[in-house]
């Protein structure tokens, strides 16, 4: 198991255009939801790049790669997966096998060491502040309290934002 | 065949390509709070706008966001594929978490606050920017880590302090960290400097000489000035940059203007 932290430069880039036009049906009508469609966008072209960069680095060829998405940042996963596989097409990833797997939330109350489900704290919440945590995940502290003791201090133990969890080279 | 392991966070290579686009990563920090960091990088900001340069002002002050206040930015960031655009108020880019927290309580652990700025960073849309100012927090912890450890080219700091020992102690470990982080500190800003009564006050050569014991320049001292509060307290970034305090700031920077 090789553990990479960081990136060097140096090594080429494979980035791929996208253009929302091309998901005329995944496009929401609604502000919000266009919103969330060109953030989900931005972070999957993020992912793909990142990972052909990681490849190149080390010098291989993606053989598979995993990604999680965390149930905090209330993302959409069938169209996280369904953004995967088309930003990928055209890159060296286009032939690696991907798995999309939804990660449950857990928030840790550190004041009363209560661990909650997202669902217990987003119920009330207004949509502008689902919005605010679908970009900063950990901001769930600002608007929201230990159903338990009421105090704002949280820790989120998983299933916050999208990520990779893994990525296999064919060396 | 090797396994990647989720150490791969694919916010850094985001950070990293964006960061590519940007000529100068300027980092304003003291370690001390209350010493005038976000009034310098703002008036910093404004001024390099102003002189035709392409800015950028990241408010790296989690807990306590003010950039914002200071540019009376309130439109959020706009949302495109290429990731969030700041708001351009007086040709400065401004990002901040409270473009999206929009006044309430951020409590944050060290770690959510690293998320947040991990997140601001890899989401915002700069574009080509020749400065990016970033206002740092007070102290040493996970944002000045995170920010000293991105280990780009161009990154540089300066370190504003007050005049009085309890300024320049912090100061001095802040300028310890980056000379062991490889960060190469521009100088030494004195800000809010009263005249003395009595010449040559111990306190007085604070600055000075932390300027001194490091190696760095002293870029400037820059005074007390009433009109800066007056022109934070109506957020008027055209007030504040035609302070006596903005044109010594100016003056002090002025190799970045060249």
């Known amino acids: 198991m090789h553990r990479h932290d960081s990136f060097s430069s140096g090594f080429a880039l494979h980035p791929v255009s996208f253009h929302r036009n091309d998901y005329p049906n995944a496009l929401p009508q609604s502000r919000s939801e266009r919103t969330r469609l060109l953030h989900e966008l931005s972070l999957v072209q993020g992912i793909i790049d990142t990972v052909n960069e990681t490849a190149d680095e080390k010098g291989g060829r993606v053989q598979s790669f995993k990604v999680g998405v965390g149930e905090l940042a209330q993302f959409d996963i069938r169209l996280v997966r369904q953004l995967l596989n088309d930003i990928r097409r055209g890159t060296p990833l286009e032939g690696a096998k991907v798995t999309v797997v939804q990660e449950k939330s857990r928030v840790k109350c550190l004041s009363c060491g209560r661990s909650w489900d997202f669902h217990d704290l987003v119920g009330p919440m207004s949509t502008d502040e689902r919005e605010m945590i679908h970009f900063l995940p950990e901001l769930l502290s600002s608007c929201s309290r230990c159903p338990s003791c009421s105090k704002s201090y949280f820790e989120i133990e998983g299933g916050r934002s999208v990520r990779v969890i893994e990525v296999v080279l064919n060396d | ?258």
């Open chain 2, 1 to 258: 065949m090797t396994d990647i392991d989720s150490a791969l966070d694919f916010r850094l290579g985001m950070i990293r390509r964006r960061l590519e686009r940007i000529g100068n990563l300027l980092l304003v920090l003291s370690g001390k709070g209350g010493v005038g960091k976000s009034v310098v990088s703002a008036t910093l900001a404004a001024q390099l706008a102003d002189s035709g340069f392409r800015v950028g002002l990241m408010d790296a002050d989690i807990y306590g966001p003010s950039s914002a206040l200071l540019f009376d930015a309130k439109t959020p960031p706009e949302e495109g594929e290429g990731g969030l655009t700041p708001p351009a108020i007086n040709g400065v880019k401004v990002m901040s978490v409270d473009l999206f927290a929009s006044g309430k309580p951020i409590p944050l652990t060290g770690y959510g606050a690293r998320q947040v700025l991990l997140e601001l960073l890899a989401l915002t849309n700069w574009g080509e920017l020749d400065y990016l100012i970033v206002d740092m927090p007070p102290a040493t912890g996970d944002i000045m880590l995170t920010l000293t450890s991105l280990d780009e080219k161009g990154v540089e700091a300066v370190v504003v302090t007050m005049p009085d020992r309890l300024s320049t102690t912090v100061a001095h470990r802040v300028l310890e960290l980056l000379k062991s982080g490889r960060v190469p500190a521009l100088g030494v800003l004195e800000n809010m400097h009263r005249p003395s009564r009595r010449a040559g006050r111990a306190t007085d050569r604070g600055p000075r000489e932390l300027a001194s014991e490091f190696k760095v320049p002293l870029l400037g001292i820059l005074p007390y000035d009433p009109g800066v509060s007056k022109a934070v307290e109506r957020s008027d970034i055209r007030a504040l940059v035609a302070t006596k305090f903005a044109r010594e700031l100016r003056r002090s920077m002025s190799s970045l203007f060249d």
